[in-house]
């Protein structure tokens, strides 16, 4: 006993230096720290490529003011991204441009790394290991929290310093202080649902659970926004929206930092209630009923493909309702927000990303990009799950039965792939319902391919999870959803034009052809195919020589 | 197939610098039940998942009922039923959900046994895993194991979380087992289970087996079990040769002797005995006896003095 503590603090050197009246702070506060960092380069990066590409497409004031006069005042876009008022100026176009993706990035970071950090620990019961030291639930979760906002503060450092950086540039011009009010701004979103998180993972049962109820929220706040923008006449509905509060902020165009106050008083709010609800409820227990006792339902229990379909069910469900939503939405703008489109210097925005043609066409080009985003997010998510099964120890009961490892894993894949066509077949459906609504005129059969065009980039995606499954089980998730991030980057950053073709053609992105804007490219689809389904077999092979790995 | 249900060849196991399990050769016939027992940390559950495939050796090979564990594992695990201390389940099945999925992924289920195995160690199947306390989780995973009846049970700490009730019920059910000529390999480190269920046992630390025996032959080669009560002084018996002291309790102290009692009796009969039982030492003692002579406490140390 005091001899494997002595090695553990020999190899940990570091664990016997916290005190245990802060262990649960520090703990966290090392965890989001790195997770803060890494997460604010990404923000800088693309608030750097953003401005850049601005100053070397639009040169002239005269292309800047007609880039301003077609696409500022399109409710169109101004719904799905948010108003751009600035579009004439470097700062103008940036923060359009970056804001809405890093708002949603923001919340998601923050709902996702709080409901992990305190649902998740529960739910693997190392919470309670903590709480068994000198701290009780109140605290340690006001600690958590603590912890979390030394990662906020290092997001919005770095994204303040490149930010800060890039304004250096005589061309581009972005003032210390603008900079600093812009960062701010963009990881507001990150500090409120970090408190939602928290909240909810007081409310919910499972990690799983308390992330879904946190981003239904968020899904609900994008949504008022997204009313509130259209131009239908209403937009004091933004106050009602904790996204429209940042939105309000209005960084680098015309500041307002009396929409502080809503964002500060949520947040205190929020979290105090969540604070006070974890003193109050039992460990392991939810604040909300939840079924303790239910009758047996045995569908789908038959069988080990059956119990993966039970088990992802509920996440895509989900995902598959996003998919729909994201596909229609899409669809019902694609022709207003085209039809600004033709003849103007927009065009140019797109076709650096890859889309062709004008009007309707164009816009779905990039709006099919998105969804190729979701799409991968729904393999990488399966890919999770599975590995997750093993290292939770529950794949043991599976692999002790009569069932080989390879035919397991041949399922869980069976499952991923299924359930990614689903979403990628809803994607050019609901876009077709969505501009058919329209009279947008493009056809369903040109849209379904494009539908069916997302699915060779994730299959890449989850081919090299696979592969990293076999090879090292417990960088999965990182790998897989680094590379995903990666992908996303380099097209997103891709737009400077500058690029090497080296670094463009690690994307996945950006491989594929931007249908239907462009048609798709089956060579380069079928290579994609190839590829991931070359690396799922050396996964394959590989998993079934390793040992299972715990975590 | 062969005749032996477990045989293992220098099965070693080491991860990185640590070496968790080192050259176990290891024999178990049909029908035995074999206890192996062991501290934390000694390489109880590496063999359990080397014996199940779960986990490669580095060394070494394992054979259960003469098909090799690791080539051909599907085979192997159509004869076996494994319970992990652990119990790692879904948390949104209910208990009665979980065992049907246990049934149908092993494919043989009694249903009539399933339901008297749920009466006899009083689990209500209707709550979901979540809301389970750790023990009623590893009565799932016991029944599920059970249930299938099995050629060979393998037991990883099996009754981890049990209350003493339904201990004594794990206990009549893997005598029933053996009685129908099932194979139990049963690893713990409590030593009253071993001793009440098994034929023979194994002793593991730091991944070597370090004896293996019936436990008669286990008592024999172990020493006698002495404890002397003392009215006064107590006399420094850790400097009697052959006398190990196990256990120093106030006027108490409890030790083992190996060969000759002779030495013992004439330090005790000049040092004020009010009381003295002698008898075969249990696994326990004998398990101290190893272990507490490598490591004395300092309460042993201040008796001796
Ligand atoms: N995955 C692993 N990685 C590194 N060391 C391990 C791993 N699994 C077990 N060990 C080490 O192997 C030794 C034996 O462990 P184990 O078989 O679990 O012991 P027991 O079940 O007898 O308590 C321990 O020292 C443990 O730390
Ligand atoms: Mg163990």
Not at chain 1, 58 to 83: D, I, M, V
Not at chain 1, 108 to 125: F, N
Request: neutral net charge.
């Amino acid at each position: 006993m005091s001899r494997t503590n002595l090695a553990h603090r020999l190899q940990h050197p570091t664990h016997f230096t916290y005190s245990s009246r802060t262990v649960v702070f520090a703990l966290t506060a090392r965890k989001m720290l790195r997770s803060g960092v890494l997460w604010g380069c990404i923000f800088g990066i693309s608030v750097y490529s953003s401005a850049i590409s601005y100053t070397s497409i639009y040169k002239t004031q005269a292309e800047r003011a007609a880039l301003a006069a077609a696409y500022g005042l399109n409710e169109a876009t101004s719904a799905l991204f948010g108003p751009a008022p600035g579009l004439q100026t470097v700062a103008g176009f940036t923060a359009f441009k970056v804001s809405m993706t890093l708002m949603i990035i923001g919340a998601l970071w923050g709902l996702l790394s709080i409901t992990r950090l305190l649902r998740g620990e529960e739910d693997s019961g190392r919470w309670e290991l903590l709480l068994s030291g000198q701290t009780t639930r109140k605290v340690a979760t006001a600690q958590v929290l603590g912890g979390l906002a030394v990662g906020v503060i290092a997001l919005w450092a770095l994204t303040a310093v490149i930010t800060i950086l890039t304004g250096l540039d005589s061309k581009v011009d972005i003032g210390a202080t603008s900079a600093l009010y812009f960062a701010l701004a963009m990881v507001a979103t990150a500090v409120m649902f970090v408190a939602v998180g928290a909240l909810t993972s007081q409310l919910g049962g499972t990690r799983r659970q308390a992330a879904s109820y946190a981003a239904i929220f968020l899904g609900l706040c994008y949504a008022v926004r997204m009313i509130a923008d259209a131009g239908v006449g209403v937009h004091g509905l933004i106050w009602l929206s904790p996204l429209g509060w940042v939105e309000e902020l209005r960084p680098l165009t015309d500041p307002n930092p009396l929409a502080l106050l809503p964002i500060i008083g949520f947040t205190v709010v929020v979290a105090s209630v969540a604070v006070s609800l974890a003193g109050r409820r039992d460990v392991a227990d939810s604040t909300l009923p939840h079924r303790v006792k239910a009758n047996g339902r045995f569908f789908l229990l038959s069988s080990s493909i059956g119990l993966a379909f039970r088990m992802v069910r509920p996440a895509v469900v989900g995902w598959w309702v996003a998919m729909a939503v994201s596909g229609l939405l899409y669809g019902l703008v694609a022709k207003s927000a085209g039809s600004t489109i033709s003849g103007s210097s927009i065009s140019n925005v797109l076709s650096k990303l890859g889309a062709r043609g004008a009007g309707a066409e164009a816009v779905l080009g990039v709006c099919f990009l998105v969804m190729a985003m979701l799409v991968t997010f729904i393999g990488a998510g399966q890919l999770s799950a599975a590995r997750g099964e093993e290292a939770d120890g529950r794949l043991d009961n599976v692999l002790v039965s009569p069932k080989s490892r390879t035919s397991w894993l041949g399922e869980r894949l069976t499952v991923a792939v299924s359930v990614l066509m689903v979403g990628a077949f809803e994607a050019g459906i609901f876009a077709w319902l969505g501009t058919a609504s329209q009279n947008a005129g493009v056809g369903f059969a040109k849209l379904l391919e494009s539908g069916v065009n997302l699915i060779p980039p994730t299959l890449v995606i989850l081919g090299v999870g696979v592969l990293t499954f076999g090879i090292r089980p417990r960088m999965t998730s990182i790998v897989t959803y680094a590379l995903l991030g990666w992908s996303l980057l380099v097209v997103i950053v891709g737009d400077i034009g500058a690029m090497s073709h080296w670094i463009l053609d690690t994307s996945v992105f950006h491989q594929m052809a931007l249908a239907p804007s462009v048609s798709p490219n089956w060579e380069a689809n079928g290579v994609m195919v190839g590829v991931g389904i070359a690396c799922a077999i050396c996964g394959g092979v590989a998993f079934k020589l390793r040992d299972l790995q715990h975590e | 197939m062969g005749s032996m249900a477990i045989r293992t060849d220098s099965l070693t196991k080491r991860y990185g610098g640590v070496t968790a399990l080192d050259g176990l050769d290891l024999e178990v016939e049909r029908g035995e039940v074999v206890g192996y027992l062991g501290p934390n940390g000694a390489g109880k559950t590496t063999t359990i998942r080397l014996l199940l495939g779960l986990i490669q050796p580095t060394e070494g090979r394992a054979e259960i009922f003469g098909v090799d564990c690791h080539r051909q594992p599907v085979e192997v695990h159509r004869h076996l039923s494994y319970v992990s201390g652990e119990s790692n389940l879904w948390p949104s099945l209910t208990g009665a959900e979980t065992l049907y999925l246990l049934g149908r992924l092993h494919g043989e289920v009694d249903e009539n046994y399933q339901q008297e195995l749920i009466d006899r160690f009083d689990l209500d199947p209707s709550k979901k895993v979540r809301a389970y306390s750790r023990g009623n989780r590893q009565k799932i995973v016991l029944i599920g194991a059970l249930m299938a009846r099995p050629e060979l049970l393998l037991l990883d700490e099996p009754t981890s979380g049990l209350d003493p009730l339904m201990e004594r019920a794990f206990r009549l059910c893997i005598r029933e087992a053996r009685d129908r000529g099932q194979t139990i390999f049963l690893s713990s480190h409590i030593m009253s289970e071993v001793e009440a269920l098994c034929d023979r046992v194994g002793i593991v630390r730091d991944g070597k087996l370090i004896e293996m025996g019936t436990l008669t032959q286990m008592r024999h080669l172990s020493a006698l079990a002495v404890e002397a009560t003392f009215d006064g002084v107590i006399p420094n018996l850790s400097n009697v040769p052959g006398v190990t002291v196990t256990e120093a309790d106030g006027q108490v102290v409890r030790c083992q002797v190996q060969g000759s009692v002779e030495p013992l009796l004439r330090v005790l009969a000049t040092a004020g005995v009010t009381r003295l039982v002698s008898r075969e030492p249990s696994l326990e003692e004998m398990f101290l006896a190893h272990y507490g002579a490598g490591d004395p406490s300092g309460e042993l140390d201040h008796v001796a003095h």
